[in-house]
């Protein structure tokens, strides 16, 4: 039995007592849980729900939509909307942000979301998410898209779901990373994981190896050394994953530590990254650093960025901090020309990387 063990709600109502908008935090928190639950029925259903396969239709992005992506956005509109809490919403399936209908009262918060992160994997069965920012809307006016463009460091709330072998809400409201996991049959969000803290130190990293040729020299040096493991500068050997599910690599990461890198490539230039900053990068850099661990771009704190566009996207470098802070000090040698040694010869031509430098 799980009375006495502390609920979504009851730990919510705990951290969020004081006054002001607070209570609204706390009740449109339970608004995101209640969508969370919907795609975690939806997504474990499988093949037998329907649910799978892709739409004739592209997002935002130009990705090709999955039925589940659509589902997920619906899902997290209809639990928000209505309840007078939010005072707009943004999705990385929406084009331009949503505008609460009249009928509904308009409330204190702005909810960012991407709906399902991973869902290429739905087709193979492999753990996908929800990731969601909160932030503050002091104005009575609907909100117009720059109201959204607030730096990371302005959230109150961020967190993710992630649909694995168990349903887990992991959160922070400013006081620290926190983990629930689904009791599928009391249908409760139970505090499993209080006080998430990333290991300083680690020895596993994970990234797109294929994109290995567009990487920049600093990235390079970085898994280079960790692939030469004993034998090498490191000193002791290192261990890789990809699941290609970023909620997965994050949760990975708050439960034993390690890097996660989408860094800055010139696959694309028109791309200064792969991950979008307002609702992939942003809430997940701030669940890492309230566990203790850091998240940068390689060049600045995720969270100090101030977006210039609702889908943009941004390098992304997070995990374990002394790790991050050594990849980062691996930038700042690259950009003051510190590194010859260290890189190969094919990436000398430095010029090829010095555009967009300020990411
Ligand atoms: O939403 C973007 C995303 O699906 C992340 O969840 C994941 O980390 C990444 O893209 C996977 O990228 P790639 O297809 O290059 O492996
Ligand atoms: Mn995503």
């Known amino acids: 039995m799980h009375l006495g063990r502390t609920t979504l709600s009851k730990f919510l109502i705990q951290q969020l007592a004081g006054a002001g908008d607070q209570g609204k935090l706390a009740a449109l928190l339970v608004d995101v849980a209640a969508a969370v639950k919907a795609i975690s029925a939806m997504t474990a259903k499988g093949a037998l729900g329907g649910f799978l396969g892709a739409i004739d ?6 990705e090709q939509q999955k039925k589940l992506d659509v589902l997920a956005n619906d899902a997290m509109v209809t639990a928000t909307e209505w309840g007078g809490l939010v005072a707009g919403l943004a999705s990385e399936e929406l084009d331009e942000p949503y505008v609460i209908p009249e009928g509904f009262a308009r409330g204190p918060y702005l909810l ?5 992160d991973g869902s290429s994997n739905t087709d ?3 753990s996908v998410g929800t990731i969601f920012s909160v ?24 967190g993710y779901a992630i649909y694995g072998p168990a ?95 989408y860094p800055k490539d010139t696959k694309d230039p028109a791309k200064p990254g792969r991950l979008r900053l307002m609702y992939e990068a942003n809430p997940i850099a701030m669940l890492i650093e309230q566990a203790g661990g850091a998240a940068s771009t390689g060049r ?34 690259y950009a003051r020309g510190e590194d010859k040694p260290f890189v190969s010869p094919l990436f000398n031509e430095r010029s090829l990387f010095r555009t967009q430098e300020f990411l």
Not at 57 to 62: D, K, P, S
Not at 135 to 158: F, N, W
Not at 182 to 203: C, K, M, Q, V, Y
Request: hydrophobic share 40%; with cysteine; proline share 5%.
């Open 57 to 62: 239709q592209t997002n935002v992005q130009g």
């Open 112 to 116: 960012v979301f991407d709906p399902l």
């Open 124 to 126: 193979v069965n492999v």
């Open 135 to 158: 932030l503050k809307h002091d104005r009575d006016e609907a909100p117009a898209t720059i109201d959204y463009l607030q730096p990371g460091a302005s959230q109150v709330a961020a």
């Open 167 to 261: 349903t887990m809400l992991v959160l922070s409201v400013g006081q620290g990373t926190h983990g629930f996991t689904l009791d599928r049959e009391i249908g409760n969000f139970i505090l499993t994981h209080p006080n998430l803290a990333i290991p300083e130190d680690s020895s596993e990293f994970a990234i797109n190896t294929s994109n290995a040729r567009f990487w920049e020299p600093p990235v390079h040096r970085y898994v280079t050394e960790c692939q030469a493991g004993k034998a090498g500068e490191r000193g002791r050997d290192f261990n890789m994953r990809w699941i290609a599910s970023m909620v997965a690599e994050v949760h990975r990461i708050l439960m034993r530590g390690g890097v996660f890198m």
């Open 300 to 333: 600045h704190r995720l969270l100090d960025l101030a977006p210039e566009q609702l889908h943009q996207r941004v390098p992304v470098i997070l995990g374990s901090k002394n790790e991050v802070q050594r990849i980062v000090r691996y930038h700042a040698e």
